[in-house]
């Protein structure tokens, strides 16, 4: 068994790096695990802990996929949170996505179906995730001033050329991320 998702790399991470540091001293109150830099993504499907016999479908797959898909541009804009009830759970910076990469979302979706995966079915909210709250901690003016601050909304642009398949491995300081194989983006 192998835990396996999709993702675009983003490169260069300096910039959503020196965000996350901003952050890093604002919310430096909050007990927060920070996503280390190197780990930076955009996860496009998460196929989960799944067999890996699986895994060459799934490569075939998405490889016909996105034999046509061509290189776009996207932005990375402010921070936000996710949250359960009154507990503050993910820091993320939000994206905004071209067209493009919501069409490429919505095939990669459609394609995947076809060899037993169901895609989420929450609304796609790309992110990249910057860290996790510790439990028991709430919601503050402190959290929310950070979250709002201009210098952090400035968006930061990105082109996309390639899509990773990943395998995931966990560890208690954190998960690492190993390539399966790499899908070009043609012009």
Do not use: C
Request: hydrophobic share 45%.
């Amino acid at each position: 068994m192998k835990r396996v998702f999709l993702a675009l790399p983003l490169e260069p991470v300096e910039p959503a790096a020196e965000k996350m540091k901003i952050l890093q001293k604002l919310l430096s109150a909050f007990r927060i695990k920070w996503v280390r830099i190197e780990n930076y993504h955009l996860t496009l499907f998460f196929f989960g802990e799944i067999p890996v016999q699986l895994i060459p479908d799934i490569q075939q797959i998405l490889r016909s996929t996105l034999e046509n898909s061509s290189p776009f541009s996207l932005a990375l804009s402010g921070p936000g949170i996710f949250k359960k009830g009154k507990e503050p759970r993910v820091l993320w910076l939000g994206v905004e996505p071209s067209d493009q990469m919501l069409e490429l979302k919505k095939e990669i979706d459609k394609a995947v179906v076809s060899i037993g995966f169901i895609p989420d079915d929450k609304p796609f909210r790309p992110h990249l995730t910057l860290g996790r709250f510790m439990q028991r901690q709430e919601v503050t003016t402190v959290l929310e001033n950070a979250l709002n601050l201009p210098q952090l909304a400035k968006p930061i642009g990105y082109d996309v050329s390639k899509l990773i398949l990943f395998e995931s491995k966990l560890f208690p300081e954190g998960p690492l991320y190993l390539p399966i194989d790499i899908f070009p983006l043609k012009i």
